[in-house]
């Protein structure tokens, strides 16, 4: 017989203590039954017998808490959840600080919460801007996922405009290059941005991924009022991009076009500014999505023990009751 936790043989060292304790105990209460019973007919009521049925039950309760176990067998699991790809925007509106610090670091605090409530599910990263680059693909390390998102900056793309369709077009594309296996699993996008889209109609590109059961949820990220869009966010003192008349120019969340493809998909949108964080809502909406079986994993499965050393101490603590001495007359 094996055990499942020996670590806690350490504590068989407490049973001889507890034993003595509880035959000191045996006897004093031996002393105080003479009182009410005949010496001759105490000992007929095997008084012995009673205490070692509790002490044996007492070292049985001990032995189930290691864990006993006989063999092992091979199970097939499944291991459920969803492939989600989250779609962050880093064009150059995202380095606007009316969400503070900016709008791309708040965004990057709120997706890595949402990646520690994702457990389970496989996970990638897309960044885009009107180009879009897969940043991390489908993994079930989150802590990888997590550090690709504190690796996004606005630098890392030429193009500073903003456009969803190209992006989404990137997640179906590699949704689809998974194996005709697979098709089956719950699939979602989460888009995350300034809703600033400067690109062409995706309506077509929205029926496809309806059509193959792909969700997307959408979420805004800046205020109405704006900020200006900083050239460079290293600068101690930094400039401003300006219009061809020399006005700076102002970044305000421009969110319909989000609105719009939460719409179609029936998700609901979500903002986030400085009073309100969606990224719970968000969590709650994934959740609805039914999980399915992402792959399957061979187990080694327990064939546990410690049921019958709890059955058999309950038996005999149990006899132990009816063992009682008779009365004097």
Known sequence: MKFAFPEYWIWMLGIPVSLGIMYLVYKRVSQIIFTWFSKDQYERSFPLLKFGLRALAFVLLFMALLGPYQSTSEEQVNIMGREIYLLLDVSASMNATDIQPTRLERAKLELQKLVDQLKGDKLGLILFTENPYVQC???????????????????????????????????????????????????????????????DSYASLIERMKRQGIKVFTVGIGTDEGAPIPVSIQSSNPSYKRQEDGEVVISRLEDDALREIGKAFGTEYLRIDQDMVSTEKLEGQIYDITASALETSIEQVKNNQFQVFIFISVVLLVASMFIMPIRKV
């Not at 996922?145 to 997640?171: D, S």
């Open 137 to 199: 693909p489908l993994t079930q390390d989150h802590e990888a996922v997590k550090l690709f998102i504190q690796m996004a900056e606005t630098e890392q793309f030429t193009q500073t405009g903003t456009q969803f369709r190209n992006a989404l077009a990137l997640a179906l594309d590699r949704f689809n290059h998974i194996e005709m296996e697979s098709q089956q699993i719950s699939r979602a996008v989460v888009i995350i941005s300034d809703g600033e889209d400067h690109g």
